[in-house]
């Protein structure tokens, strides 16, 4: 089944990147009450992913970024789908190439499966359990995990600054930073390549799950800053879309 989603995301992110290349697809942007923008490439991708979630696994509900639910519906869900078909949109209309397509399997409150794909970079991100990989061609997967540094990376979010963030990083004497969009901070700490997330900002949940998985099943962690799990349990009485304040870290 991995490999199956694998493929999918590679077809939604190809899908994005027919926009991002093209000079005569005309890419409308709205935006939505928090103010994020949205596209039409961001429902072009969205429709790829549900159609082809549905046919493989017809039974496992969907939960998207790009729809709307009623509770008394959701609420009941142990286990689904949740997808955000193109995170990153802000880098997607800047054409800097760090967007990603991000779906993960949660199951009774845990994301057991992710995948992230950067589709101007053609790399992807996977994992299911305990095992997570880096594919740069396909079908040549290798595995990846969490490192260590005496010099730790610090990756933060390229658009999302924050007064919490630089007071953090104040308290931090040795240290390089690196920034970045999307979910692929999660990547590159689940790679080794850097080795502490911190976010304050918003988040929601569609926005990690997909990289929570990787990370962990790389043999890192995602807290918040209290120490505890994000929460993707839909039938908890203090569930919400919105993530509170976390760190990834492989250290």
């Given amino acids: 089944m991995l490999d199956k989603i694998c493929q999918l995301a590679r077809c939604a992110g190809t899908c994005v990147m027919k926009f991002y290349d093209s000079k005569k697809k005309i890419i409308n942007v709205s935006y939505k009450s928090d103010k994020t923008p949205i596209t039409n490439v961001d429902y072009a991708a969205n429709n790829i992913i549900q159609k082809g979630l549905l046919s493989i696994t017809p039974e496992i509900p969907i939960l998207s970024e790009e729809a709307s639910y009623d509770f008394k519906v959701y609420s009941n869900w142990k286990k689904y789908w949740l997808i955000d078909p193109l995170d990153g949109t802000k880098e997607f209309l800047k054409k800097n190439g760090e967007f990603t397509v991000n779906i993960s399997l949660v199951e009774n409150g845990i994301p057991i499966l992710g995948v992230i794909y950067a589709p101007f970079f053609d790399i992807l991100y996977s994992s299911f359990y305990n095992y997570a990989w880096k594919e740069k061609k396909i079908g040549l997967k290798e595995k990846i995990s969490v490192s260590q540094s005496t010099v ?40 080794g390549t850097a080795q502490i997330y911190p976010r304050f900002g918003n988040t929601h949940i569609w926005d990690t799950a997909a990289g929570q998985a990787i990370v962990i099943a790389a043999g890192g962690k995602v807290k918040t800053w209290t120490g505890e799990d994000l929460n993707y349990s839909l039938s908890s009485s203090s569930f919400s879309f919105v993530n509170s304040g976390f760190y990834a870290s492989g250290l």
Avoid at 152 to 172: A, C, F, G, M, W
Avoid at 175 to 191: D, T, V
């Fill in 152 to 191: 730790p990376v610090l990756i933060t979010s390229r658009s999302h600054p924050d007064q919490e963030l630089k007071n953090y990083l104040e308290e931090i004497k040795n240290y390089k930073l690196k920034k970045l969009g999307s979910s692929l901070k999660f990547c590159l700490i689940a790679e």
